[in-house]
């Protein structure tokens, strides 16, 4: 009873979001999201009928729609890369090395895993799944530590975005790294918890993404190429001031 | 279990992020204001904060071995504590300058899209060790005395050089098209 719970709101802010977003037209602009979010509606929505009227299936059928969204999840990432850091060539370019390397070991893992080892049991598929959420965790950490680093600015719709997919990330990592290590034993607090955290993602980015808030770009007054170019000549000359001097003082 | 503390790890740090992200203020770091502000801090050092000689009279030790050979207990006991106080503010304006530095740097690189990504790595853990290397230099000194660490003022500096020497090279290509010009407008006087 208390999963179909979970489920079901799950399924209903999912809608809400989704209708939301066709009102306030914030699809074309945040196309990658709403992929994602269908996908994982629709995935929810097979998961339960099937749940329904052939529970023996339901094994078969999760893990491929899980990995489905997972890939599909990769679209957050890209929505932070297009929106976040568009305005910063510099760390946009960063940000896309490392994603590409953190996307092609998805990739790898998802095409070549399955081909490497045909008879993949529960166990392996957890193991699985937990090494590329944990990709995306290191992806996403990354991402945050650049934003942090040159101090980029983030509007309110792309924090709750980060701030929603990462918790979810955070707590199915922790949750499927303990069920590698403990086994089946924590099989049923893992089914609780990860579409309880999932319905609060879901909150979190209905909130977030009620209304379209721009992400604040660099003030357009400043003429920064020019500004730039002043400053570099400058800074040089102060960097060559202050390469006699602490030379001199290494000396001294 | 030396894999769950692996990926217990991995899950800590991007708690830790979000965690910040939450927390974080708002306000456009990068802005024209804070870019403005990071030039006047320029500005400020170009003029010349800390001109070489005074660098030298502050740790110099020929100064201490006069005052102590010439003058009575408490002159050398004032002179040790003016000299301790010149000393600490001398650091303190070097922490100052290497963040200006990093301040600018990172306001800059972050929108040009030549942005060298292991350069950018390496500066920013020479700033990071730059800024712990005047952290504790400001300690020795505190605790020993202006003269307590006369290498490892040579060595503060010798690693500031360095930092500056990469930011140098990080930021040269943002130039190359002024250094372009530069160099045509010097070739055309060359040829007048």
């Given at each position: 009873?208390?999963?179909w719970?979970?489920?079901g709101?799950?399924?209903?802010?999912?809608?809400?979001?989704?209708?939301?977003?066709?009102?306030?037209?914030?699809?074309?602009?945040?196309?990658?999201?709403?992929?994602?979010?269908?996908?994982?509606?629709?995935?929810?929505?097979?998961?339960?009928?099937?749940?329904?009227?052939m529970?023996a299936?339901?094994?078969?059928w999760?893990?491929?729609?899980?990995?489905?969204?997972?890939?599909?999840?990769?679209?957050?990432?890209?929505?932070?890369?297009n929106?976040?850091?568009?305005?910063?060539?510099?760390?946009?370019?960063?940000?896309?090395?490392?994603?590409?390397?953190?996307?092609?070991?998805?990739?790898?893992?998802?095409?070549?895993?399955?081909?490497?080892?045909?008879?993949?049991?529960?166990?392996?598929?957890?193991?699985?799944?937990r090494?590329?959420?944990?990709?995306?965790?290191?992806?996403?950490?990354?991402l945050?530590?650049?934003?942090?680093?040159?101090?980029?600015?983030?509007?309110?719709?792309m924090?709750?975005?980060?701030?929603?997919?990462?918790?979810?990330?955070?707590?199915?990592?922790?949750?499927?790294?303990?069920r590698?290590?403990?086994?089946?034993?924590?099989?049923?607090?893992?089914?609780?918890?990860?579409?309880?955290?999932?319905?609060?993602?879901?909150?979190?980015w209905?909130?977030?993404?009620?209304?379209?808030?721009?992400?604040?770009?660099?003030?357009?007054t400043?003429?920064?190429?020019?500004?730039?170019?002043?400053?570099?000549?400058?800074?040089?000359?102060?960097?060559?001031?202050?390469?006699?001097?602490?030379?001199?003082?290494?000396?001294? | 279990?030396?894999?769950?503390?692996?990926?217990?790890?991995?899950?800590?740090?991007?708690?830790?992020s979000?965690f910040?992200?939450?927390?974080?203020?708002?306000?456009?770091e990068?802005?024209?204001?804070?870019?403005?502000?990071?030039?006047?801090?320029?500005?400020?050092l170009?003029?010349?904060?800390?001109?070489?000689?005074?660098?030298?009279?502050?740790?110099?030790?020929?100064?201490?071995e006069?005052?102590?050979?010439?003058?009575?207990?408490k002159?050398?006991?004032?002179?040790?504590?003016?000299?301790?106080?010149?000393?600490?503010?001398?650091?303190e304006?070097?922490?100052?300058?290497?963040?200006?530095?990093r301040?600018?740097?990172?306001?800059?690189?972050?929108?040009?899209?030549?942005?060298?990504?292991?350069?950018?790595?390496?500066?920013?853990?020479?700033?990071?060790?730059?800024?712990?290397?005047?952290?504790?230099?400001?300690?020795?000194?505190?605790?020993?005395?202006?003269?307590?660490?006369?290498?490892?003022?040579?060595?503060?500096?010798?690693?500031?050089?360095r930092?500056c020497?990469?930011?140098?090279?990080?930021?040269?290509?943002?130039n190359?098209?002024?250094?372009g010009?530069?160099?045509?407008g010097?070739?055309?006087?060359?040829?007048?």
């Open positions: 009873m208390w999963r719970l979970v489920e709101a799950g399924i209903a802010v999912e809608l809400s979001l989704l209708v939301r977003a066709l009102r306030v037209r914030l699809v074309p602009r945040y196309y990658f999201f709403y992929t994602y979010i269908t996908s994982v509606m629709i995935g929810s929505a097979i998961l339960m009928t099937i749940l329904l009227r529970p299936l339901y094994q078969k999760y893990w491929p729609l899980q990995l489905a969204t997972l890939v599909t999840g990769y679209g957050i990432l890209l929505e932070i890369l929106h976040v850091l568009a305005p910063y060539p510099g760390a946009e370019r960063f940000a896309r090395i490392s994603g590409l390397v953190a996307f092609g070991a998805i990739l790898c893992f998802a095409m070549i895993a399955p081909r490497v080892i045909p008879q993949l049991s529960p166990g392996t598929v957890i193991e699985f799944e090494d590329l959420r944990s990709v995306q965790a290191l992806f996403i950490f990354g945050l530590a650049l934003i942090f680093y040159y101090g980029i600015p983030i509007g309110k719709n924090k709750g975005m980060v701030f929603g997919y990462g918790l979810y990330i955070f707590t199915i990592l922790v949750s499927l790294a303990l590698s290590f403990a086994g089946a034993s924590f099989t049923t607090i893992w089914s609780v918890v990860q579409p309880m955290t999932f319905d609060v993602s879901l909150v979190i209905l909130v977030a993404l009620w209304s379209y808030c721009p992400n604040p770009v660099p003030s357009p400043i003429h920064l190429e020019e500004d730039y170019e002043a400053l570099v000549t400058r800074t040089k000359s102060v960097i060559g001031h202050i390469r006699t001097y602490l030379g001199k003082a290494a000396r001294a | 279990m030396i894999q769950l503390i692996f990926f217990l790890s991995i899950g800590a740090l991007l708690f830790a979000l910040f992200l939450a927390r974080r203020n708002s306000r456009p990068g802005s024209s204001g804070a870019l403005i502000e990071a030039r006047q801090a320029l500005v400020a170009q003029a010349g904060l800390l001109p070489a000689e005074l660098v030298h009279r502050i740790f110099a030790n020929e100064d201490w006069f005052v102590r050979s010439e003058a009575p207990a002159v050398r006991e004032l002179f040790m504590e003016e000299r301790k106080k010149v000393a600490l503010l001398w650091v304006q070097v922490r100052t300058q290497i963040r200006s530095l301040r600018f740097h990172r306001g800059s690189a972050r929108s040009y899209a030549r942005l060298n990504p292991r350069l950018e790595m390496e500066l920013a853990l020479s700033f990071a060790w730059l800024m712990s290397a005047c952290r504790l230099l400001q300690l020795v000194v505190y605790v020993g005395g202006p003269y307590a660490a006369p290498r490892m003022v040579g060595a503060m500096a010798n690693a500031a050089s930092a020497k990469i930011s140098e090279q990080s930021l040269a290509f943002l190359a098209a002024q250094l010009i530069l160099s045509s010097s070739t055309g006087q060359a040829a007048s």
